[in-house]
């Protein structure tokens, strides 16, 4: 049987600067459902990217006396070293500097002018430079200034071409009544169309003379093409778009998730829909607006200096620390905190507490008591229902929280069946057990049950901890570790389980 296709995307991120906690935040919860997504039997399709032209890193270029290519190539590099070391499972990586995706873009342009939804115009508007954005003066702020960022903004008067954005403002509506979870969270929905849709959309500026870095409209070269047209058009050109008949697109098309930060949700599911519609394409089937990773109580941004190279954090505590915290710590759709002392106490509560001290405990008493050899002999006690029953129902459970995407959930259910585990080891007390040789086969059974729990726990969190996941895996020395082996009883009666690793060491919080 073909497998089912998911197509999930990250944002292309803007690589001005070196890239943040918050960067890894998004592309870490992506990784989670893609992966998740492939271990449930799915053909995935996952891409990441970066969004290189435009005003700003032509800017910056400048000022450090480099073409802008220069300047963001050793970004890029740095951001792809970054995602291998967090274990980012991405299919692709799109440059919006590619030379094929130029060319597509320009193509995309083409269509929607010879439509006649894209026309010559003149733009006004006020200017946020660091936003790379036109707000109208509604839109301003209190003070006269960026909504976004709180910023001066500044006014712009230019020749330019437009795209009738307003021409699809009914039919935006009819797709949203149509798709009711087009759009999650559910408030997003209600804040576009009050916000934004309501109010009337007005056709959008989609090229610039006033500055070079940027893809040249084809047949107008003193324009480039801006931003909407070359950034939100990486989810088509990198499957082949405009070619429809390309293996990938017709694979792929439309995407299954975009997963973007909330501050760009507006991008998505007002402006990208009604681009597509201009192409007569399929429109995505969802787009999921998270919230942000808060720094130590600010929005993290590159010109507010609350960064720190994630690296760092990678190095000190661990890969899988550091997802884990990513993806435990911010509830669905809304805004967490990201701080060293939270990642700390997170690792140290639920890492080394939870997890690590079950698996080091149920392998160490397997070791003492039976030379780790694994049996079951079925001897249950009541006792045992709590946790098999559980262990029973949390796949469907996690599955459900992730078709949700509700990934903190997801992971909370997990440890759920953890922290059961270590409550049935200090009630059914194996350590009395052992004093007689008459409980052996109930001894035997207990550590059975816990061994399939731990079994059961670790194929659940391969998606989230892929490497502790792994690493419990060797432990157990078993091959039953996919899906398809998650219910209870799988785990081999004819092996011997190896030595117990530490999986995460304590942290010392007096550091
Ligand atoms: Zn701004």
């Known amino acids: 049987m073909e497998k089912k296709k998911f197509y999930i995307t990250t944002p292309i991120y803007y690589p001005s600067a070196e890239f943040h906690i918050g960067h890894c935040y998004t592309t870490i919860i992506a990784d989670a459902i893609a992966r998740y997504k492939r271990l449930s039997g799915y053909d995935v399709f996952f891409q990441t990217g970066t969004d290189e032209h435009g005003q700003k890193i032509e800017k910056k270029a400048e000022e450090k006396g480099v073409s802008p290519i220069d300047y963001v190539n050793p970004i890029i590099e740095n951001a792809k070293d970054l995602w291998s070391k967090l274990g980012i499972s991405y299919d692709y990586f799109i440059r919006t500097t590619d030379e094929d995706h130029e060319k597509r873009v320009q193509e995309i342009f083409k269509i929607m002018y010879d439509k006649g939804d894209i026309y010559k115009g003149e ?128 694979k792929y098309w439309p995407a299954d998730l975009h997963l973007v930060g909330k501050e760009i949700v507006r991008f998505h599911t007002i402006i990208w829909p009604c681009m597509l519609m201009s192409l007569g394409l399929e429109l995505p089937k969802q787009v999921f607006g998270h919230g942000w990773l808060i720094i130590d109580g600010g929005k993290i941004s590159k010109s507010s200096g609350n960064y720190k190279d994630p690296r ?51 392998i160490a008493m397997s070791k003492k008591y039976f030379d780790s050899k694994v049996e079951n002999p079925k001897v249950y006690e009541e006792i045992d229902d709590t946790l ?48 007689d040789e008459q409980n052996s086969d109930r001894l035997k059974t207990v550590l059975y049950n816990l061994l399939e729990s731990i079994r059961i726990s670790a194929i659940l969190l391969n998606a989230f901890i892929p490497n502790t996941s792994e690493r419990i895996f060797k432990m157990l020395n078993t091959k039953n570790t996919s899906f398809d082996t998650l219910e209870f009883g799988n785990l081999e009666t004819d092996i011997t389980l190896n030595e117990a690793e530490i999986l995460f060491n304590r942290i010392d919080t007096n550091k």
């Open 312 to 362: 760092e954090y990678i190095n000190e505590y661990g890969v899988d620390a550091v997802r884990y915290f990513a993806l435990r710590e911010v509830p669905f759709g809304n805004d967490g905190n990201f701080s060293e002392d939270a990642l700390i106490a997170r690792t140290n509560a639920d890492l080394v507490n939870t997890l690590g001290n079950l698996v080091n405990r149920t």
């Open 123 to 250: 733009y006004k508007g006020l200017y946020c430079t660091p936003c790379e954005s036109f707000w109208t003066e509604s839109q301003l702020d209190e003070n006269g200034k960026c909504p976004d960022c709180h910023r001066d903004v500044h006014e712009v008067k230019e020749e330019a071409y437009f795209f009738r954005l307003s021409k699809y403002q009914d039919k935006l509506v009819e797709f949203y009544d149509k798709n009711p979870n087009f759009i999650q969270p559910i408030s997003r929905k209600n804040e576009m169309l009050n916000n934004f849709i309501k109010p009337g959309l007005e056709d959008l500026c989609v090229s610039r003379t006033s500055f070079k870095w940027g893809i040249p409209v084809t047949f107008d070269d003193k324009h480039v093409i801006y931003v909407w047209i070359d950034a939100l058009s990486n989810y088509i050109t990198s499957l082949g778009y405009p070619d429809t008949n390309s293996e990938l697109f017709k």
């Open 388 to 435: 098999i029953n559980y262990a029973k129902m949390l796949p469907s459970i996690v599955e459900n929280k992730m078709n949700a995407l509700k990934v903190n959930e997801a992971l909370e259910d997990i440890f759920e069946l953890l922290k059961r585990s270590n409550k049935y080891i200090d009630d059914t007390t194996p350590w009395v057990l052992a004093k």
